[in-house]
């Protein structure tokens, strides 16, 4: 177990959906990563928030977007739901120290119908 | 796009036997880490290796590292049923804001056969 969890561990919803992933951190990282893992793929990086603000983005369009909470928790929101959007979402927590590992959480199953 | 390229895509050995997964990537680095996944679950970190780093141990794992090359090497030594999963390298790239993003490779799916 990593100590970090997420919710809810499936979901499905329609296309032009909105969801709202949680993530919640191993007490005292400052750092939350999201991943998008679409099926037989390695997972790919949306964005991080560091000490809550936006700290880096990967090639994902603005429908995408999160929050940082002070108590280690963080959410990611997804609008206007496309089917490519199905897939396993991760977070993962971590200190600011660059070279300390990411510890993930078991993921959410995400299925856009 | 991904940066770091596992070979092979798939691997089915005999209980027992080593399991040898490669990686490549393309840009220089900081460090290289390798994560296994048991059915589309959560990642579980395995070994950080270093840039200036050549060879690390953990139990039965052995990583390498070879910055000219490019490239690392996952050697999982007496495999167990237990071992079968998704084995994946990671590299760390830097934003601007000097974020760390882990840069994922397609994955290796290793089969232990009883």
């Known amino acids: 177990e990593t100590g970090v969890t997420q919710s809810p561990t499936h979901l499905i919803k329609t296309r032009g959906q909105q969801v709202t992933l949680r993530c919640s951190s191993q007490s005292g990282h400052n750092t939350v990563s999201w991943y998008q893992q679409a099926l037989g793929q390695g997972p790919q990086f949306i964005f991080q928030?560091?000490?809550?603000?936006?700290?880096g983005r990967g090639n994902f369009p603005p429908r995408f977007s999160g929050l940082q909470f002070p108590n280690y928790s963080s959410e990611l929101n997804v609008n206007a739901l496309e089917l490519d959007d199905s897939a396993l979402y991760l977070c993962a927590s971590s200190f600011d120290d660059l070279n300390n590992e990411q510890f993930f959480g078991p993921g959410t199953r995400l299925t856009v119908l | 796009s991904q940066q770091g390229e596992e070979d092979p895509q798939a691997l089915s050995i005999q209980e027992g036997e080593n399991a040898t997964m490669n990686c490549s990537y393309k840009?220089?680095?900081?460090?290289l880490q390798w994560y296994r996944q048991n059915s589309g679950r959560g990642l579980v970190h395995l070994i950080l290796i270093r840039s200036n780093e050549r060879e690390k141990h953990s139990g039965r794992l052995r990583v390498t590292l070879d910055t000219s090359k490019k490239s690392s090497s996952l050697l999982i030594t007496a495999s167990r049923a237990a071992d079968t999963a998704s084995y994946f390298c990671a590299t760390d790239a830097l934003y601007i804001q000097g974020a760390q993003k882990l840069v994922f490779g397609q994955g290796t799916r290793l089969t232990i056969n009883p």
């Open positions: 840009t220089s680095i900081n460090n």
């Open positions: 928030y560091y000490r809550e603000e936006e700290n």
